[in-house]
């Protein structure tokens, strides 16, 4: 276990925004996780769980315990001659599992390639790509009570997923740290090629392999999207709004061109980056934090950003989408004082 005082969090967070916090604590078990928890400065104490900071803004110092997994086991708990269960480690960093499951030939995670973050937070978050979402091949999530210490086990249904979401960020919020992810892959993999240009891109190749899948999206990603390495950003800042079909059509008839994706009976999922370009937001600066060129939805750390850079561009686009298309956005983002 290692326990740090005030540490700097600026290689912790893919903001890269500078911001400390008065303990950083990392454990290598469960039964370590279990003492970390048991510690005076952890117990009753203001302290926060984080993955590879992908999905994070450090609004001030943190004044409390940082707690990182470095949990990486990985193994085979169970296979037939069709699928492969496997048992991650939350402290695996998720484009590493995700290429190691390309190289063995089990498919389920392909479309998830090239996405920041560790595997514990992508059971909680759901992260999602290409018409793929991390609950379409998880199985169950291991995690730890931070009050009673006894280990719970969740199947998929008890996460109770939706998009971006799980039961980890709503009802249980802050009650359970992972420890473990349990997913199902397949032996003999079934692609999906359906969403946004990813087809096209593939449409040279017969018969795409997993890894063809895997190349063409990290070729995607790494057109539109930032790398958080050189520049500061946590990737979507927004989550894509749902709204009633009925608001939709109305918006539609003044904006034929609006996208849409299905999201059940009576919604549609918008995309948050189209509402954004099309109030002018592209390219646009407050203080040191930008809206990237190539990606409206995608807010940067341009030239020394502070925190409240960030925050105050992010209240002025959800303002100006609000007075020109009725929708309110809310941020994927989770902010953290
Ligand atoms: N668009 C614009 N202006 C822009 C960017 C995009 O008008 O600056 C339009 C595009 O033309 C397109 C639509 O907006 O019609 C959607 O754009 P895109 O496919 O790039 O983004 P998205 O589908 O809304 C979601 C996820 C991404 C994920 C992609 C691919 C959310 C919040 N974001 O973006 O996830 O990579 O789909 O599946 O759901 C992330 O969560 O950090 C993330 C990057």
Same mark, same amino acid.
């Given at each position: ?15 890269? *925004?500078? @911001? ?11 039964? +370590?996780?279990?003492? #970390?928890? $048991? =510690? ?86 759901? *992260?999602? @790509? ?11 999530? +291991?995690?730890?009570? #931070?009050? $009673? =210490? ?188």
């Amino acid at each position: 276990m290692i326990i740090e005082r005030n540490f700097s969090l600026l290689q912790h967070h893919t903001f890269h *925004i500078p @911001a400390t916090a008065d303990y950083f604590i990392e454990y290598e078990s469960v039964e +370590e996780l279990k003492e #970390v928890l $048991s =510690l005076p400065i952890v117990k009753g104490n203001k302290f926060l769980q984080i993955g590879g900071g992908s999905n994070l803004l450090f609004t001030q110092d943190y004044h409390g315990a940082i707690l990182h997994s470095a949990i990486r086991s990985i193994g085979v708990v169970s296979e037939t001659a069709e699928e492969v269960i496997i048992k991650v480690g939350a402290g695996i960093v998720w484009d590493d599992l995700v290429a190691y499951s390309v190289k063995m030939g089990w498919g389920g995670l392909e479309n998830l390639s090239n996405i920041p973050g560790e595997v514990g937070a992508s059971a909680i978050q759901n *992260i999602g @790509a290409y018409g793929r979402e991390a609950k379409d091949t998880i199985e169950q999530v +291991e995690c730890i009570d #931070v009050e $009673s =210490l006894c280990m719970r086990v969740f199947d998929n249904a008890e996460c109770m997923y939706g998009y971006r979401s799980s039961i980890f960020k709503k009802e249980m919020k802050g009650r359970f740290i992972v420890t473990a992810v349990f997913f199902r892959l397949q032996k003999k993999p079934i692609l999906h090629l359906e969403y946004g240009n990813l087809s096209t891109v593939l449409s040279s190749l017969k018969e795409p392999s997993l890894q063809d899948v895997r190349d063409a999206v990290i070729k995607i990603r790494s057109e539109k999207l930032p790398d958080p390495d050189l520049v500061g950003n946590a990737g979507s800042f927004f989550m894509n709004p749902i709204i009633p079909v009925g608001q939709y059509e109305k918006i539609k008839a003044d904006y034929p061109d609006i996208p849409s994706y299905p999201a059940g009976p009576g919604q549609i999922k918008v995309p948050a980056a189209w509402l954004i370009d099309r109030c002018g937001w592209k390219g646009k600066a407050e203080g040191g934090a930008a809206v990237y060129e190539k990606q409206c939805l995608v807010l940067i750390n341009q030239d020394h950003a502070k925190a409240q850079d960030v925050l105050s561009l992010a209240e002025k686009i959800t303002i100006s989408v609000k007075n020109r298309f009725g929708i309110t956005i809310h941020p994927e983002v989770n902010f953290i004082d």
